[in-house]
């Protein structure tokens, strides 16, 4: 493998514009078009309920169409049948095949999205933050003492869409569930209201689809107001794997960049938080190149990413992707676990099973990687990392602990569920010893009004990024 460490003038070269293939076009794809017509119906009925948008690069470059339907980077953006129940699959070709009108087929699709659940245990409600004068702000989401998290209104949506993304009703049009805001005014005094918070994470959809001008618009609010106790931003984002261009060749690319500096000149960290599911999206050349210009502006890289059935449920993987990011000098953070995707039953990979992957790509990797942590939950309480499996006596339990929690004491206190090697996440165990686990109670007080406490979170799997 080579590393570009010259200046490619990319802007020289014909760099593509984005392009991208969604329901109503996809089927103008070669590679589709060699497939039957059954396999392109099917692709339209899921399709029709889950989100789909791939582009250019993905198509021409990520994607290996020699070794589709199994292709990683295919799956990851492109609708398989298997990713709806049957029932659903059934009720959506069915209504495709009646001729139904596209009201009847919206309505169809959003009764199907209700019942996979996008927003479990009143998200929503939970960490919405409001300002002294009693404003909510919708577009935050304030959970963790230090971190606070902003979701501009114009980054509601991504270069390509991930088929397992929970964040799919913020792109389907369903507006009642989306978190957006405006305003940087109220970010900026909600800050002054919290010296406690740190962080301010940028995330969507993908601010990085947002155009340099308009980032800065938030970038510059921030920085114009000298807050004191702001150190870091983070953007989490998939553009550097599903559009490097951003960084190389669109029309804002050197403005993004510059902005990046603005931030890092001023003494605040900037956080890449780059989502990547696998080691092709650190292939090309263009996110080499691309890599090597955002960090040139003083910002770090840190990789996360789900554990995902049919994308990279194998230790080998990992364990490639985090050598080749360490390799790249970006550095490996999160390893998660997904629940609360449209098609869990398609992604999901049980707790031990993702542990074993986890643990066994670990073992395979320099201590330069092993920054990494996980594999981890975010679910209502806080972030729970499955530690391993072990015995306490005669007893075969799960270990775990909290990375962050909603009281920050929580975290690094190891406790034990029972074994169950089929449980996909915290509410399918059982604590090990005694009847409930050492936060229950002290969370069931924090949410006295709400009837579920667990769950997961909206907010940051993706890679998500965020
Ligand atoms: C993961 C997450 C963060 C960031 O946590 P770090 O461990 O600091 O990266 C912040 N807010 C929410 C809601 C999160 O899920
Ligand atoms: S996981 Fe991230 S990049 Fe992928 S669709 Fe969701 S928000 Fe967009």
Same mark, same amino acid.
């Given at each position: 493998?080579? !590393?570009?460490?010259?200046?490619?003038?990319?802007?020289?070269?014909?760099?593509?514009?984005?392009?991208?293939?969604?329901?109503?076009?996809?089927?103008?794809?070669?590679?589709?078009?060699?497939?039957?017509?059954?396999?392109?119906?099917?692709?339209?009925?899921? $399709?029709?309920?889950?989100?789909?948008?791939?582009?250019?690069?993905?198509?021409? +470059?990520?994607?290996?169409?020699?070794?589709?339907?199994?292709?990683?980077?295919?799956?990851?953006?492109?609708?398989?049948?298997?990713?709806?129940?049957?029932?659903?699959?059934?009720?959506?070709?069915?209504?495709?095949?009646?001729?139904?009108?596209?009201?009847? !087929?919206?309505?169809?699709?959003?009764?199907?999205?209700?019942?996979?659940?996008?927003?479990?245990?009143?998200?929503?409600?939970?960490?919405?933050?409001?300002?002294?004068?009693?404003?909510?702000?919708?577009?935050?989401?304030?959970?963790?003492?230090?971190?606070?998290?902003?979701?501009?209104?114009?980054?509601?949506?991504?270069?390509?869409?991930?088929?397992?993304?929970?964040?799919?009703?913020?792109?389907?049009?369903?507006?009642?569930?989306?978190?957006?805001? *405006?305003?940087?005014?109220?970010?900026?005094?909600?800050?002054?209201?919290?010296?406690?918070?740190?962080?301010?994470?940028?995330?969507?959809?993908?601010?990085?689809?947002?155009?340099?001008?308009?980032?800065?618009?938030?970038?510059?609010?921030?920085?114009?107001?000298?807050?004191?106790?702001?150190?870091?931003?983070?953007? $989490?984002?998939?553009?550097?794997?599903?559009?490097?261009?951003?960084?190389?060749?669109?029309?804002?690319?050197?403005?993004?960049?510059?902005?990046?500096?603005?931030?890092?000149?001023?003494?605040?960290?900037?956080?890449?938080?780059?989502?990547?599911?696998?080691?092709?999206?650190?292939?090309?050349?263009?996110?080499?190149?691309?890599?090597?210009?955002?960090?040139?502006?003083?910002?770090?890289?840190?990789? +996360?990413?789900?554990?995902?059935?049919?994308?990279?449920?194998?230790?080998?993987?990992?364990?490639?992707?985090?050598?080749?990011?360490?390799?790249?000098?970006?550095?490996?953070?999160?390893?998660?676990?997904?629940?609360?995707?449209?098609?869990?039953?398609?992604?999901?990979?049980?707790?031990?099973?993702?542990?074993?992957?986890?643990?066994?790509?670990?073992?395979?990797?320099?201590?330069?990687?092993?920054?990494?942590?996980?594999?981890?939950?975010?679910?209502?309480?806080?972030?729970? +990392?499955?530690?391993?499996?072990?015995?306490?006596?005669?007893? *075969?339990?799960?270990?775990?602990?909290?990375?962050?929690?909603?009281?920050?004491?929580?975290?690094?206190?190891?406790?034990?569920?029972?074994?169950?090697?089929?449980?996909?996440?915290?509410?399918?165990?059982?604590?090990?010893?005694?009847?409930?686990?050492?936060?229950?109670?002290?969370?069931?007080?924090?949410?006295?009004?709400? !009837?579920?406490?667990?769950?997961?979170?909206?907010?940051?799997?993706?890679?998500?990024?965020?």
């Amino acid at each position: 493998m080579t !590393i570009q460490t010259s200046e490619v003038d990319w802007t020289e070269t014909t760099s593509p514009s984005i392009k991208s293939h969604t329901l109503q076009n996809f089927r103008d794809i070669s590679q589709i078009q060699e497939m039957s017509e059954e396999k392109q119906f099917e692709m339209e009925v899921i $399709g029709n309920v889950l989100p789909f948008k791939a582009n250019n690069y993905v198509v021409e +470059q990520l994607i290996d169409w020699s070794n589709v339907p199994n292709d990683s980077m295919y799956v990851l953006t492109f609708p398989q049948k298997e990713m709806l129940l049957p029932h659903h699959y059934d009720e959506m070709a069915a209504a495709l095949k009646s001729g139904a009108d596209k009201k009847m !087929i919206q309505e169809t699709a959003n009764k199907i999205r209700m019942q996979l659940n996008p927003h479990p245990a009143g998200q929503m409600e939970h960490n919405v933050p409001e300002l002294k004068d009693g404003t909510k702000l919708y577009g935050m989401q304030h959970k963790y003492k230090e971190t606070c998290l902003f979701f501009p209104s114009q980054s509601q949506t991504c270069h390509a869409y991930c088929s397992f993304c929970f964040r799919w009703p913020q792109f389907v049009g369903m507006d009642e569930l989306k978190f957006a805001m *405006k305003e940087s005014e109220s970010l900026v005094q909600y800050l002054r209201e919290h010296p406690e918070i740190s962080d301010v994470l940028f995330t969507g959809g993908d601010p990085m689809i947002m155009k340099a001008r308009i980032f800065a618009g938030y970038i510059d609010a921030l920085l114009d107001s000298n807050l004191p106790n702001l150190k870091t931003i983070r953007i $989490g984002t998939k553009a550097l794997s599903y559009w490097p261009y951003k960084f190389l060749s669109d029309n804002d690319a050197d403005e993004t960049l510059a902005l990046f500096e603005k931030v890092t000149q001023k003494g605040i960290h900037l956080a890449i938080m780059a989502h990547f599911n696998h080691q092709v999206e650190l292939s090309t050349d263009s996110v080499k190149e691309a890599i090597h210009r955002v960090r040139k502006t003083g910002a770090q890289i840190r990789t +996360q990413s789900p554990v995902l059935a049919h994308i990279n449920d194998d230790p080998d993987i990992w364990a490639e992707m985090w050598k080749k990011q360490v390799q790249l000098g970006c550095i490996p953070y999160y390893m998660f676990v997904v629940r609360d995707t449209g098609a869990q039953h398609y992604f999901g990979v049980p707790l031990v099973r993702a542990h074993e992957i986890f643990r066994n790509a670990y073992k395979k990797v320099s201590g330069l990687s092993r920054t990494v942590r996980g594999p981890s939950m975010s679910a209502t309480p806080g972030k729970i +990392q499955v530690l391993g499996v072990s015995d306490v006596g005669e007893k *075969k339990v799960i270990v775990l602990r909290f990375l962050q929690g909603r009281n920050p004491d929580w975290v690094h206190k190891p406790f034990f569920a029972e074994y169950n090697e089929n449980a996909i996440w915290i509410d399918d165990l059982k604590p090990a010893f005694g009847d409930k686990f050492f936060y229950e109670d002290e969370l069931a007080s924090m949410f006295a009004n709400d !009837i579920k406490t667990t769950g997961s979170d909206v907010s940051t799997a993706g890679g998500g990024p965020p």
